[in-house]
Nanobody, 124 residues
Framework: QVQLVESGGGSVQAGGSLRLSCAAS????????MGWFRQAPGKEREGVAA???????VYAASVKGRFTVSRTNTKNFLYLQMNSLKAEDTAVYYC??????????????????WGQGTQVTVSL
């Protein structure tokens, strides 16, 4: 089992920055890909960014160039640096981890561990 706990959410004005952190504990060696997802009110959960053990990353088109995902080599911490935030980035952000060895990208159904989420609110 893997436990994930997010932190760093909050309120910020448009154009500002936030850094989300995710602390992973338990059997982290079993995880390959870690990622960030978000869900806005009335919308489906969407993938934001993911990073594989070799450092390869993938981003949603809506955040590419503004967000950066990173992780520690020990797989104990995952980060999401969010710059140039927009009102449409407002959502609950979730940290997730997958134990699949194949490429999972931003497919939520391939992730089997999830954090409880942290709220990000961007005001105009």
């Amino acid at each position: 089992q893997v436990q994930l706990v997010e932190s760093g959410g909050g309120s910020v004005q448009a154009g500002g920055s936030l850094r989300l952190s995710c602390a992973a504990s338990g059997n982290t060696v079993s995880t390959s890909t870690m990622g960030w997802f978000r869900q806005a009110p009335g919308k489906e959960r969407e993938g934001v960014a993911a990073i594989v053990a070799d450092g390869s990353t993938v981003y949603a088109a809506s955040v590419k160039g503004r967000f950066t995902v990173s992780r520690t080599n020990t797989k104990n911490f995952l980060y999401l640096q969010m710059n140039s935030l927009k009102a449409e980035d407002t959502a609950v952000y979730y940290c997730a981890a997958s134990s699949r060895r194949s490429w999972v990208g931003l497919r939520a159904d391939y992730y089997n561990y999830w954090g409880q989420g942290t709220q990000v609110t961007v005001s105009l």
